[in-house]
Nanobody
Framework: QVQLVESGGDLVQPGGSLRLSCAAS????????MGWYRQAPGKQREFVTH???????NYADSVKGRFAISRDNAKNTVYLQMNSLKPEDTAAYYC???????????WGQGTQVTVSS
């Protein structure tokens, strides 16, 4: 079992920045992959980014060049740095983790990001 707790969501103006955190209940050093999805009202949950245990990352085209994911194994935490935020980034952001490629995904409760002037 992996428990995940997100934080850092807020109301921010267009062009602003936020950093989301996802704290895991135990060591993340051996976790296969951790990442972020988001869900806007009335829309399906969509992939944002993920980072593998070896450090490789992938990003959705909509956030490439603006968002950056990182992991701090010493703090059992994954971060999502979001820059140049746009109103269309408004969504609930969910952290997830998988211990192996074939294992189930664990999810956090979500943190709300609202981009508005």
């Amino acid at each position: 079992q992996v428990q995940l707790v997100e934080s850092g969501g807020d109301l921010v103006q267009p062009g602003g920045s936020l950093r989301l955190s996802c704290a895991a209940s135990g060591s993340i050093s051996s976790i296969y992959v951790m990442g972020w999805y988001r869900q806007a009202p009335g829309k399906q949950r969509e992939f944002v980014t993920h980072i593998f245990s070896g450090g490789n990352t992938n990003y959705a085209d909509s956030v490439k060049g603006r968002f950056a994911i990182s992991r701090d194994n010493a703090k059992n935490t994954v971060y999502l740095q979001m820059n140049s935020l746009k109103p269309e980034d408004t969504a609930a952001y969910y952290c997830y983790a998988k211990r192996t490629a074939l294992s189930q995904a664990y999810w956090g409760q979500g943190t709300q990001v609202t981009v508005s002037s």
